[in-house]
């Protein structure tokens, strides 16, 4: 089975995406909703303590490389830390993604703790301007919103198509969800270089691809 998580708040809209798509392909799958309030967080994690061990749980949402985040409703309802780094235990003998920034180094910190059967994280994954401007070298760089906006598009299609070719598939061992994620991001790469001469968003995609791990 499996079991996507996603956080609710206007910067994590674009993700539900992957959701639709993901239907629309007849994934079966069960959808934690974690809104901005204490009781969908509590809610959120009461389910993923009661979930079957090699379940495949997938996250969609902000992180940190201590935490990852709930539900925010802007100044009315802070995100709030859903799982921390010593909590990661909750995740174990499951098969977890954590698309979100910094999961890459949650999963190394943690591995011991959380113990989980195999689990794929990324590095920063620039989704809004801020998040360019408050990194220098990506502020550097030029980066605007309409290349956030084509990597967000990226990220979805992407993210998309490898989760529903590895349900597909069978379920394979969770290395071949890495191995489809890096095939086509190398694809996107190449477009994004060759096709639509945009090597800001080709870069945004490289880092995406070379942070991507799996323990």
Known sequence: MVTIIISVDPSTNFLYSIIESMKSK????DLIEVHP???????????ISSLPEKHTIIFLGHGQDNQIYGGELLDDFPK???V????????????????ACDSASLIKSSFRIAKTKKAIGFGPLPTEMEEVNNDK???NEGITIDTI???KQAINET??????EYFKDGYKDFIFLKDYLSLHLDKRIN????????????????NMKNDMVIY
């Open 37 to 47: 309030h204490e009781d969908s967080y509590k809610n959120c994690i009461d389910k």
């Open 149 to 151: 906006n084509l990597f």
């Open 159 to 164: 993210v998309s198509y490898c989760l529903i």
């Open 26 to 29: 007849s994934i079966e799958f």
């Open 80 to 82: 709030r830390p859903l």
């Open 191 to 206: 477009k994004a270089i060759l096709e639509d001469d945009n090597r800001n968003l080709a870069d945004l995609l490289f």
């Open 84 to 99: 921390k780094r010593n909590e990661m235990g909750i995740f174990k003998n499951q098969n977890l993604f954590l698309l």
């Open 137 to 139: 070298k990506l502020a």
